[in-house]
């Protein structure tokens, strides 16, 4: 039987339930290019259905180990789940290794849980492109929730962790003493915090600590004010508090209009990504040949700086 | 006294080691916009004399400490030197922490050293413009070795560290089951490797795993093979070798026409950096309007597609 790599086809399998056909419409939208371009066109019409629920911290956190217990928790309560897991520390994303550190083989032949590790070599927008893509086709084929781990170090990959329905920060105890987050990053994109390893000491600091942030923090009248859960991943403590608070969060931002606020900020957000990455294939087209080898030599040698160039290359483009 | 804010004037000041100077150029840098240009073709004629070393590695590696044993080291052997950290993850970059979690302090009243954290916020480029920028200011000011330490994790950031002239890659013993770190970015731009925290065990296996990985990568005939290096960087113990490998690779660099290449690589890069940035103001300049605010309504509301509105918005742009 010849391999399927139609779009069109993939995709109607995939709706059916088909993880091999998902799976292989993932790499088309991790690859870029005019595959990625079909999928979205397949997926967008049928996407808006989904939640989504980014799960971010420190590398160490316990983000791995949570987010499986959550899955485990959701799947006791008969909810089906997606997890795209694009943090390059997460053992998800580790190929050989998944199943070592976490209990991931209690979900692997689980048809309600599908987990996706995400690479985005060769997609000239990167993950800022490729992860919303990536959730419109979860969203399109009929999963409800989708949630999206990213580390929370890196300017992208904050930024990532940050454009979902809502946003888990996870910390550990003693969190103020370490320095291995982006903590003005996190604590801006946080609508939910999660102090994960409570077993240890340091979580009424940790706990006060946040709350004090948060007090410094100029909300708006009537906004949401992120609890802060205590959890033990390994053990699945708290893991339903955890949940509950998500819960929370998603009705206050769907009865206070936040949900469609931030849905239409994030339209427009990812439609001027686009609308840049075009911008940038046409750069691509402009950076070539001999005026602009030429150019290149003349930077090198210093005989004119990389704005003059770039001014001289940009000069015939009408924008 | 009126505070100086003329570049020209600050980049003179700097020249004859105004180090506030110096600081307040590096601001316009971070900020980007017009001052940042005006900062870059100040420095540009004057550049091409510092040689950069970046510096990367997973959070909790040791990166800083290493830095801070390595710029001991320097000034032992009378050679001045400028650090950018841009490591979200790094005490240097902490601000009240700075001196808490390594020997900073020893550093910080010599002018022989000069160490600087990079924010971004503002510069639409990001890190990927802002660093060779702010690497180029100090190599104008005649700063002939330049430090450059970037967490191993993030997208924009393993890039960062990969464009120095010599990439120094931290681990730690047990990295092999480790997962803190996009290995396969790190393994890609490492020139040297060192193995930081040697005191613990797991030396031996690392160095195995390290040398395994590098059989495996297809290196060019006459390649340089990234020698690895065992550091207690809290003792400062391996410290010169790691140094000795920097200057080996350096020569090797510089003698095989490595350096060269990899420069005018580098210069082309930026080059269609600042090409990509310049069309992606004019993407800020489309994306606005009564148009554009119709269209975004008409995506949230599925009305139309991302991709669809996008051709639409540059159907009118020539590039």
Known sequence: MPRVTDPDELFAAARTGDRGALARLLSYVERGGEQARRVGRLAYPLSGNAYTVGLTGAPGAGKSTLTSALIGHLRSLAIEVAVLAIDPSSPFTGGAILGDRVRMQDHATDPGVFIRSMATRGHLGGLSLATPEAVRLL???????????TVGVGQVEVEVAGKADTTVVVVNPGWGDSVQANKAGLMEIADVFVINKADRKGVDETRRDLEQMLELTDLPHDAWRPPIVATIASSSQG????WDAVLAHR???????????RRSFRAGEELREIVTNRLRERARTICTGERWDQLTGEVVDQTTDPWTAADEMLAGVDA
């Open 139 to 149: 969203d399109a084929i009929g999963r409800e929730w989708v949630m999206v781990e």
């Open 239 to 242: 893991v339903d508090d955890l």
């Open 251 to 261: 009705a206050h931002a769907e009865s206070s209009g936040q949900l469609a606020e």
